[in-house]
T-cell receptor, first 115, second 110 residues
């Protein structure tokens, strides 16, 4: 199984809502990532978890709250978002150490629209 | 810091060969990766170069010259389905943070 799944595929939420994005992988990867991607732009790293511990937070606003409940699951909790947060949110996973490549497997993403 | 430069767009005809270049500036270097992303889809890993030279995977090849801080992705026997965005990417010295180039949009014409 080389698949990363994400739910939901699409999400429309108001600025006062609370919602969560979910990501799951069963490849035994111990590094998991959240990226944000705007149209015609590259993915921008938001968070990295390594062995279920937060390793990197790229100065993301606190209205985005990540959670890694176990080695297969990654959540992104959303609260009080702004319209400019509308984007494609991608989850990815990889081995922590993998030679010779550092291949990341991406999920299909959640298309988020904040109204 | 890290930065990567690649052309914004490339157009080629079906059956042709196209090369997408990537130059980078990094404080540390753990190799150059390439990802493909179709419109509405997820990035998909294509190749990785950790050492100088050419890596070949089917119709795709990737090259790296560390002394020139330069790499390229070569796509042969272009097919319409190769129309997509292609990103070069590097890892930082910590190993987890991946920096993507701005992407090259490839248009394949019949």
């Amino acid at each position: 199984d080389t698949e990363v799944t994400q739910t939901p595929k699409h999400l429309v939420m108001g600025m006062t809502n609370k919602k969560s994005l979910k990501c799951e992988q069963h490849m035994g990867h111990r590094a998991m990532y959240w990226y944000k991607q705007k149209a015609k732009k590259p993915p921008e790293l938001m968070f990295v978890y390594s062995y279920e511990k937060l390793s990197i937070n790229e100065s993301v606003p606190s209205r985005f709250s990540p959670e890694c409940p176990n080695s297969s699951l990654l959540n992104l909790h959303l609260h009080a978002l702004q319209p400019e947060d509308s984007a494609l949110y991608l989850c990815a996973s990889s081995h922590v150490r993998l030679a010779p490549s550092y291949e990341q497997y991406f999920g299909p993403g959640t298309r988020l629209t904040v109204t | 810091g890290q930065s990567l430069e690649q052309p914004s767009e490339v157009t080629a005809v079906e059956g042709a060969i196209v090369q997408i270049n990537c130059t980078y500036q990094t404080s540390g270097f753990y190799g150059l990766s390439w990802y493909q992303q179709h419109d509405g889809g997820a990035p998909t890993f294509l190749s990785y170069n950790g050492l100088d030279g050419l890596e070949e995977t089917g119709r795709f090849s990737s090259f790296l010259s560390r002394s020139d801080s330069y790499g390229y992705l070569l796509l042969q026997e272009l097919q319409m389905k190769d129309s997509a965005s292609y990103f070069c990417a590097v890892r930082d010295t910590g190993g987890f943070k991946t920096i993507f180039g701005a992407g090259t949009r490839l248009f394949v014409k019949a």
